[in-house]
């Protein structure tokens, strides 16, 4: 975050990257999920591999593209370092980080919009179901709410952090 306090570009554009990422996610879990779900009854030490597998994939694929990318950046700019096959501490950080940042904008938005828009019925399954899902069977406006907030819990996430760094480097205790 500069002066201000909106998120920089850098940090918007990291934001809607990761909710790219995250809706990419969303769409290979919604393919696998039955597949899992079938699999812990004939294999559940499988299964709960798998799943944990799933779980950390965006945590993987962020680092993973963060690796990427900055080796293509280095072999652009001629300043080609140490080049490494896996990963190095910064993109797995980045992957560590970016799946915070998709389990806490995840969460924030969906209980910010079932906060404005309740669930007709007291049932824990129904609410579970909106939490998991929330702009299922929704007008525009609760997929536009949901998709705003998540983008700017995100931006600001990554603002936080740009301004954290930046403070560790100057050696600054204060944020």
Do not use: N
Not at 47 to 74: E, K, Q
Not at 108 to 127: G, H, K, Q
């Amino acid at each position: 975050m500069s002066e201000g306090r909106l998120p920089t570009a850098s940090s918007w554009l990291s934001a809607v990257l990761l909710y790219g990422a995250f809706i990419g996610w969303s769409f290979l879990a919604a393919i696998v999920l039955p597949s899992l779900l079938e699999m812990f009854e004939e294999s559940p030490r499988v299964a709960a591999l798998s799943s944990a597998g799933l779980l950390l994939a965006p945590a993987i694929g962020v680092a993973m593209v963060h690796h990427t990318v900055h080796g293509l950046l280095d072999g652009l700019d001629g300043s080609r370092g140490t080049a490494r096959f896996f990963p190095g501490a910064a993109s797995a950080w980045a992957g560590v980080f970016g799946w915070g940042v998709i389990v806490l904008a995840t969460g924030l938005s969906a209980l910010l919009l079932l906060a404005v828009f309740p669930i007709e019925r007291d049932s824990l399954l129904t609410a579970a179901r909106f939490l998991v899902r929330p702009h299922e069977g929704a007008p525009q406006a609760k997929a536009l709410l949901h998709t705003a907030v998540w983008l700017s819990t995100a931006a600001y996430c990554y603002g936080l952090e740009k301004k954290m760094k930046a403070a560790a480097a100057r050696g600054d205790e204060r944020v």
